[in-house]
């Protein structure tokens, strides 16, 4: 006669530990609404609440979601404008500074937006956003494009019209 394996059973009990809860380390209108629950379950019934008081805090309450809604508005616009900046330099002559800090001048390829900062491939190697230091407009036929980047980090962009090769009308 076949016998099945017995599953052990997890214990509970006295001598486990209860789960525990990780302390939030912001305020949300949950929390806000509990706190403000407690108060009323808690308050003196000879000096009720005044109600001005309770719309105050309702009003409160209203305000810090509005300012939470708008911060995160606020993070997505500016990952908007990240991507759409990382998307124009392709093409462009792009300077950073190098882990020795010397100036490195390459032109860019192509953008990854696979972390929370684009990464911008000058030359073939991972370049973030943010530790682009200058960008000049790429001139076709000029090997020297982009090497006069200046060491206070302004970007300078050409106005594409000299030396482009490009005139008016006839293609």
């Not at 609404?33 to 409160?60: E, K, R, W």
Request: proline letters at 7%.
């Amino acid at each position: 006669m076949p016998t099945d394996s017995v599953t052990p059973v997890a214990a509970t009990g006295m001598y486990t530990a209860p789960p525990t809860r990780a302390p939030k380390q912001t305020m949300d209108g949950e929390m806000f609404m509990h706190l403000l629950v407690t108060q009323l379950q808690n308050q003196d019934p000879s000096s009720p609440m005044d109600t001005n008081q309770m719309i105050s805090q309702s009003t409160q309450l209203a305000m810090m979601e509005s300012i939470a809604t708008m911060t995160t508005t606020s993070e997505e616009n500016f990952s908007l404008q990240m991507r759409g900046v990382a998307a124009a330099l392709v093409g462009q002559q792009v300077s950073y500074y190098g882990q020795d800090g010397s100036l490195i001048t390459g032109t860019a390829s192509s953008v990854s937006y696979a972390g929370p900062v684009p990464q911008v491939i000058v030359d073939g190697k991972e370049i973030p956003l943010d530790l682009v230091a200058g960008i000049n407009a790429a001139t076709p036929g000029d090997p020297g494009a982009g090497q006069g980047a200046d060491d206070a980090g302004a970007s300078s962009v050409g106005s594409g019209t000299e030396g482009s090769g490009t005139s008016g009308g006839a293609a």
